[in-house]
């Protein structure tokens, strides 16, 4: 599966950015997703992760209340909706697949990868 990640921009503190992660190739449905960040000088972090049906979430300590993660199977496309954003969730976004579905936390665990989108909020 190839997945293709967008929505990121520049925004300030409190505002908030839609993040969206296209697959192709293979059917989204048949994946686990997640979101992870990376910020300049630090490890890839996890964010978010969701079922294969979309019914089970987990967030990151830092995500919960703030972020939601999303799936529409019928259109191939993940989402991550992130409010009340702060500067330190300024970062490069990924969104990653893993084809056991177990809603996975760590990044050893996907096995494919989006090209990184930009989040940038400002104070």
């Known amino acids: 599966v190839q997945l293709q990640a967008s929505g990121g921009g520049s925004v300030q503190a409190g505002g908030s950015l839609r993040l969206s992660c296209a697959a192709s190739?293979?059917?989204?449905?048949?994946?686990?997703m997640g979101w992870f960040r990376q910020a300049p000088g630090k490890e890839r972090e996890f964010v978010a992760s969701i079922s294969r049906s979309g019914d089970t979430t987990r967030y990151a300590d830092s995500a919960q209340g703030r972020f939601t993660i999303s799936r529409v199977n019928a259109k191939n496309t993940l989402y991550l909706q992130m409010n009340s954003l702060k500067p330190e969730d300024t970062a490069v976004y990924y969104c990653?697949?893993?084809?056991?579905?177990?809603?996975?936390?760590?990044?050893?665990?996907?096995?494919?990868w989006g090209q990184g989108t930009q989040v940038t909020v400002s104070s």
């Open positions: 190739g293979r059917t989204l449905s048949m994946y686990g």
């Open positions: 990653a697949a893993d084809r056991n579905g177990y809603l996975a936390t760590g990044r050893y665990e996907y096995d494919y």
